[in-house]
Structures are given as C-alpha cells and as structure tokens.
C-alpha cells in the first residue's frame, strides 16, 4: 500500500516538473496553465500527454 502510494506521489511530482519545465523554455503565448487536471494528465499518460497538450494549445489558440 505504502509503496503504491510513493509511487503515485513521484508520478505527480514528475508530471508538474514536466509541466514547469515546459513553460519555463516556451514563450509567454505558448504557456499550458498548471492545474489539477493537466498535471493529473501528465501523471496517468506521462509524456504524450504533454505533447497532446501541446498540441491542443497550438490548434485552439
């Protein structure tokens, strides 16, 4: 239990870390928001999520 939770916590600081790093290297206009639900998405899919991300903010915005 204890080791699924550990598990559970890496995942979501690697996915903010992920989410930090790329705001801090892109422009102001290209910045994707932190907040709960992208930095759960970057937990359950990890980097494609971030790419889909990316992705999303080209096209919409």
Partial sequence: M?????TILKKLVVGFL??????LIVPAAAII???IVTVILLTIFGLPA???LIIIRVLVY
């Avoid at 204890?2 to 550990?6: A, F, G, Q, R, S």
């Fill in 2 to 6: 204890l080791n699924k939770l550990t």
């Fill in 18 to 23: 992920m989410l930090y790093g790329y705001n």
């Fill in 33 to 35: 928001p932190i907040n």
């Fill in 50 to 52: 971030l790419i889909i």
